[in-house]
């Protein structure tokens, strides 16, 4: 018998391979595809009507790509009448003028990220403005917003070559940026799209003895079920989890909610996109580290296997290695691109946080202790001002039959021996400088089995082509 009609004239189908083609995860881009792709967007104050030698070379880079990416880790708000620093924020007041909008698309960003740890530094106004700043200058952004919901969403791009999407999320946030989705009559909570880690400190089984008898001789100690291979400590605002293991550091795991949450952003993403943007700003297991997190590759292979074209990285302020999976690309940091020192104005807290007097010191004057001892952490005071801050490199990748073509790495350096107020602007790197930054790269790549070639300046990594997709 024949079936009927759906009201708008269709027919139904009980057919998985419609649906499967419908709902497909696979790459649909043009050949050609190009994706530039940079780091942190540590940024104040407008660059491209300024006196900056070397900047149109470095924006030159991007020409004839169709995404420009980069991580906005800063507020776009004028304080005077929105906003206003928090008692919770990402270890330094990160804000830029209203003009670094408009200024952000003449260098021909399109797409950016906005799930880190400056994302709620200066409230919800601040989120808000910087939300209007971006979508006024037709900047695509994701990772904030009024709920969970809005947070985590893929956002979207439309390119000559194909339809992009992008899902920010971030590993490291102030917990009262977290955001939230409404429940019953309590509305939602604005913020940022979260990817929540429970952390471990790793020791030798012998130290992990020696907590054991520590944790048992405390008050108040109620035994819990027996753990072989950790110790939990209770602190008054939390607890320390401590586990056995061969290299003392940090272990970490994603929280299950989260990652699913994510993992379904991912794939609604890329279901109603060509190529699928997956970006996270990561600084665990600290800026100490030029190697990622212990859950970082697992994850990010999950994330390409549910559709990702690409898996970026940003937070530890200083590169890392590059990892090619399934003909994907995984960078695991690739640095600063904007590492602008000079911020105004700064919050009364980061004033005290550096011992400083408002009515004596002044605002460069904190910033430039921020940048010598660095900004106060769970682990203490993180220095930033070492030059692997300074140095990072351009990723661009350029995709041919849907798959990942090559990789050209441009290196730059943001004029860390420039006075104050003129510091952290990209420029490309001399020679020596950049064939180290690049010698650098290659080798924290090398331990994930991607060959990068160094040729006149520019790394590159090749991958064989993909046969011709059927017509």
């Not at 979260?194 to 130290?207: K, N």
């Not at 980061?350 to 106060?376: C, I, Q």
């Amino acid at each position: 018998m024949e079936k009927s009609l759906h009201k708008n004239g269709s027919r139904p189908t009980d057919n998985k391979g419609d649906f499967d083609e419908f709902c497909s995860i696979e790459t649909n881009v043009a050949d050609g595809f190009k994706m530039a792709a940079v780091g942190d967007l540590l940024y104040g104050r407008p660059v491209t009507k300024g006196y900056y030698p070397g900047l149109d070379e470095v924006l030159n880079v991007f020409q004839g790509s169709d995404v420009v990416f980069g991580n906005l880790e800063t507020n776009i708000l004028d304080v005077t009448s929105k906003g206003c620093p928090q008692a919770e924020y990402g270890g330094a007041y990160l804000i830029s003028v209203p003009e670094v909008g408009p200024d952000l698309s003449a260098m021909g960003f399109n797409i950016v990220s906005r799930a880190n740890n400056h994302t709620l530094d200066w409230g919800v106004e601040g989120l808000r403005e910087t939300s209007r700043a971006l979508t006024s200058n037709g900047i695509v952004h994701a990772g904030a917003g009024e709920n969970l919901a809005q947070a985590g969403g893929a956002r979207f791009l439309e390119t000559p070559r194909g339809r992009v999407a992008l899902v920010s999320f971030a590993a490291t946030f102030e917990p009262m940026a977290r955001a939230c989705d409404p429940a019953g009559e309590a509305p939602g909570r604005p913020g940022l799209n979260p990817l929540r880690l429970a952390r471990s400190v790793v020791v030798s089984s012998e130290m992990l003895e020696r907590l054991r008898e520590v944790r048992e001789a405390l008050p108040w100690y109620a035994p819990p079920p027996k753990e072989a291979s950790r110790v939990t400590i209770q602190w008054p605002f939390g607890e320390v989890v401590f586990q056995a293991g061969e290299k003392p550091g940090y272990s970490f795991e994603p929280n299950a909610r989260d990652v699913d949450n994510i993992l379904r952003n991912l794939r609604q993403g890329k279901q109603f996109s060509d190529f699928c943007i997956a970006t996270n700003h990561g600084h665990e297991p600290g800026e100490f580290s030029r190697e990622p997190a212990d859950y970082e590759q697992a994850f990010a292979r999950k994330l390409i296997d549910a559709g990702a074209d690409v898996y970026i990285n940003h937070g530890p302020h200083h590169i890392r290695g590059i990892e090619i999976y399934k003909g994907r690309p995984i960078f695991y940091a690739l640095g600063n691109f904007f590492n602008q020192d000079l911020r105004s104005p700064v919050g009364a807290d980061m004033f005290d946080a550096h011992e400083k007097d408002p009515r004596l010191d002044t605002d460069a004057e904190v910033s430039a202790h921020e940048m010598a001892v660095g900004y106060p952490s769970a682990e203490g005071f993180l220095p930033l001002r070492d030059a692997e801050f300074y140095e990072s490199v351009i990723s661009v990748s350029r995709f041919e039959n849907n798959r990942l073509a090559e990789i050209k790495l441009y290196p730059i350096e943001l004029r860390r021996t420039s006075r104050f107020a003129n510091r952290g602007v990209p420029r490309l790197a001399p020679a020596p400088q950049g064939y180290a930054i690049l010698e650098r790269l290659q080798a924290l790549s090398e331990p994930f089995g991607t060959k990068v070639e160094i040729n006149n300046g520019v790394a590159i990594i090749r991958l064989q082509p993909s046969p011709a997709q059927p017509e």
